[in-house]
Every structure is written in C-alpha cells, then in structure tokens.
C-alpha cells in the first residue's frame, strides 16, 4: 500500500527568510518581490528578515512547502545573486527558529508541525527565536539549558524567572505553540540617499553639486522601482551634531530627474545657509506611488520631453556600463 499526500496538518506554512547582512534596501525590495510572487501574505521584517504565510498559496503551488523554498533561493540567486537561509514551520517562531539554524550562505530547513516540539527539544535556548540574552542568562543561571528543559519547567515557574507576559510566551513557544499571524506589511513608502563629507564643507558649490548628485541617484532609484514621489525631504548635517530638515509636495507625483532637482533646489535655499559646516546631507523620497497610477500629462514643451528621452537614454546606459559613467558634469567635484 503506498503512502499518500502528507496530511495538510502536517505541512509547515510559515515561512521566514534571512537575508545576508548588510544586503542594500533596493535588492531587500527586490526580495521581498520574490516573495510575493509565492503568497500575497508577506511581512517585510526590515532590514534582512520577511515572513510569508503560504497557507493559501498550497492549492496552487501544492502542499510540498519545502520545494517553495528550494525554488525561491534559486531565483534569488540566479536573478539577484543572494542566497537565503529558509525556515518552514507551523509557527513563525518554529520558521524563525529554524531559519536561523540553516549554515550560511544558505539552504532550508522544514521542519513539519507534528514534530516542531521534538525538534525545538535539543535546541540551546539561547536558540529559541525571541529569547534574547539577558533571558537566556536568566534561565541558565536557573539550570534550563535547552529548549526541550524549558518546555518541561511549569509555566508559572518561568513566569518568575521572566516576568509574567514574557515567560508566558517563551514558555508556550518552547511546546512550539505561537498563535501569532504573519501579517502582510510592506517597507515604509520613502526611498533615500545620502552622502557624508568627509571634511567640514563650506563651499556652497560643492554641497550644490552634492545635491545634484543625489537628485540623479535618487531619480534612477525610483525609476528602477516603478516608482513616483509626491514629496521631498532634505536633511542636512552640521558639525557639532544639530540637523537641519524640511519636507515639500511636489506639484505632482514624479520620478524625473528635472522635478526633483527644482523642488531639492527650493528646500536648499530654504536652509538659508552662509557659514554652516555640513557633515552630511541626504535625501528622501517620501509618500511613493507606482509610476503606473501617475496621470501621463500631454506635454507642449519640446524641451522638456527632450530631456525625458535623454534621461531614459543615460538610464539604459547606467544600466549597461554601471551608474557612474554617465551623468551631469557638476556632479564630478563629488564624485
């Protein structure tokens, strides 16, 4: 008698995936895309971590939960070159935890819902997904020294060894209980560049052309995402510590090099600099639409719509030969 499908209760649904360190916001986004493509629930845990529920992505994809996350890290290698660490379990701390307990660079671990409590068992403590260090001490200073003792310790004991709502938790999710949902939740709307000075700047020129650089790679940015602003916000950096910031609408939601560079321009003359010593300025796209939604404006201005095609023509070329090869000229004191 063959065996048949492995019953649906079986099935680890949660997801969570790890990101290398250190992985640039654009490429987690572009992770976090990859995942929408298994399950539209997905929870961006910025900067390097999502979750995903694939329960109702099983009639579609099949209930084999492992090959999702096999097949996700071979697109994220060979469309982004990032390889993931996947966990699979019933609960996100039975997923988190094992994703954890993948060897970089990467590879997934499943672990299915009727054997989570026996696999936490063996596990440090320390190894528990929200069990931090101050708690793990706390409990090895206790004698629990694995997952599979703190199970076995009564609640209320564990109660008073981390407080009552913290000891609640680290105690059911030890049993591998977690009633927690993924809960979709996309990265905040606003993109940003910055750029820090290596000595205290003076020149108006040079932070001009500062700025120019950052509008261009702010611009490209959004571009790349399909994306528009409907506003802008500068912050600058003074010696000493103290900020300056100020955030405008544009007129209306763009992603084009020359809206951005005008209302940039404005918010510098707003600071009303003369003497200031900048250590640093950035600046952030912020409340971002799809390009998509953007109403296309029938244009009579020959010469801007000559330099849209420019600007789409010196994008193609950034794209091929790399960001830096092209751009305007004032941007080289920067650069």
């Known amino acids: 008698m063959t065996a048949g499908p492995e019953p649906a209760r079986e099935v680890p649904t949660v997801m969570h995936v790890r990101c290398p360190a250190r992985l640039p916001e654009e490429t987690y986004r572009q992770v976090l ?10 929870q961006a845990l910025p900067p390097s971590a999502a979750l995903v529920e694939l329960k109702g992505a099983l009639r579609y994809h099949g209930p084999d939960t492992r090959r999702l996350g096999e097949m996700l890290r071979v697109r994220t290698i060979s469309r982004l070159g990032v390889d993931l660490r ?4 019933p609960t996100v701390t039975v997923a988190a935890t094992a994703s954890a307990q993948v060897p970089e660079p990467g590879g997934v671990l499943a672990v299915p819902s009727g054997q989570a409590a026996d696999w936490l068992a063996p596990l440090p403590v320390q190894a528990l997904h929200g069990i931090g260090p101050r708690q793990a001490d706390a409990l090895h200073q206790y004698g ?3 997952v599979g003792l703190l ?3 009564a609640p209320a004991t564990v109660q008073r060894l981390l407080g009552g709502t913290a000891g609640r938790a680290a105690s059911d999710r030890a049993r591998g209980i977690d009633p927690r949902p993924v809960v979709p939740r996309a990265l905040p709307s606003s993109a940003a560049v910055r ?3 290596d ?3 003076l020149d108006g020129a040079t932070v001009r052309a500062a700025l120019l650089d950052l509008v261009v790679k702010l611009g490209r940015l959004l571009r790349r995402r399909g994306q528009a602003a409907r506003a802008l916000t500068l912050t600058l950096r003074f010696a000493g510590g103290t900020t300056w910031e100020k955030t405008r609408r544009l007129t209306e939601p763009s992603a084009h090099d020359e809206d951005l560079r005008t209302l940039a321009y404005q918010l510098m003359d707003a600071a009303g600099l003369q003497r200031g010593r900048l250590t640093g300025i950035a600046l952030k796209g912020e409340d971002l639409v799809d390009a998509d939604q953007v ?3 029938i244009s009579l201005d020959s010469a801007r719509e000559a330099r849209l095609v ?3 023509a010196m994008d193609r070329i950034r794209d091929k030969f790399g960001p830096g090869v092209i751009g305007p000229a004032a941007t080289r004191r920067v650069s």
């Open 151 to 153: 199970a076995a310790v």
């Open 295 to 297: 109403a296309q404006q």
């Open 199 to 201: 000595q205290h700047t």
């Open 195 to 197: 750029r820090g000075f």
């Open 33 to 42: 895309e990859q995942l929408a493509d298994l399950s539209p629930v997905v």
């Open 86 to 89: 996947v966990g699979l379990g």
């Open 144 to 146: 629990i020294h694995t």
């Open 310 to 312: 420019t600007e789409a």
